[in-house]
């Protein structure tokens, strides 16, 4: 018999109190609002994407969307001090960066098949401004895998200054903006042109992401319309 995703009782119990928490905390310390909610798909087989640029985002998604999101993040937060505390409270599907992790796939798999949504960046990492990083090819891959719909999800305000802002007493904006889903194309080919088309299903995806948020948060999707019409474009090469 196939292993089911299972969300233990206490774990239920912690994620109650970190929504209600986290948006009495959003609320306190800013000005809140959420536009596009009713894009939100009315079934759980979805991914949503969402720009990183902080410790913000993912609080302030999981605390404002309308139903519990699985989430997976890097497995070196669970141990970072502080954050790690709210990490083991809610849990999550925990990846290694720079591994190829069977495992994540399998707790993937059984995320939907419990009919659950999950969260994920495409970046893989926080980008500590608010530009736009390169997505990594990997969220294709699950994404084609599953065969599931994407949700772009973008976060504006979402820098380390909304916290210091907040306790201030500006009450800094923060905005929450969810794009209509949508579905990438099936991947095919084997080696290096299937991985191309993983990056391309990204870039894609990145994209529409790129399309919800002001000229100075899309990075390196600056010419994200050229890449939408399926136009070729140059990106930066990473830094070391």
């Given at each position: ?13 912690n994620?109650r ?20 909610m ?71 798999m ?25 997505g ?53 080919g ?51």
């Amino acid at each position: 018999m196939a292993e089911r995703y299972h969300v233990p009782i206490w774990t239920k119990i912690n994620r109650r109190f970190l929504r209600v928490f986290f948006r009495t905390f959003f609320r306190l310390l800013g000005k809140v609002e959420l536009i596009g909610m009713e894009n939100i798909p009315d079934h759980n087989k979805y991914v949503a994407i969402f720009n990183h640029v902080s410790l913000v985002e993912v609080p302030f998604i999981a605390a404002f969307w309308p139903t519990i999101l699985e989430i997976i993040g890097a497995a070196a937060v669970w141990s970072r001090p502080g954050v790690s505390i709210v990490v083991k409270m809610w849990s999550g599907v925990r990846v290694k960066r720079t591994e190829f992790d069977r495992d994540v796939f399998k707790q993937v798999m059984q995320v939907f098949e419990a009919g659950r949504p999950l969260m994920i960046s495409p970046e893989g990492t926080r980008s500590h401004t608010p530009g736009l990083a390169r997505g990594k090819p990997g969220v294709s891959y699950i994404i084609d895998k599953m065969d599931v719909v994407v949700l772009p999800v973008a976060v504006v305000g979402n820098t380390m200054d909304f916290i210091k802002k907040g306790f201030r007493g500006k009450r800094p904006p923060i905005q929450l903006i969810v794009g209509e889903p949508f579905k990438l194309p099936p991947i095919d080919g084997r080696g290096e042109e299937r991985r191309q088309k993983r990056q391309q299903n990204t870039d894609f995806s990145m994209a529409r992401l790129a399309a919800l948020l002001p000229e100075s948060y899309r990075g390196v999707y600056q010419e994200y319309e050229k890449i939408l019409a399926g136009e070729p474009v140059i990106f930066p090469e990473p830094e070391d």
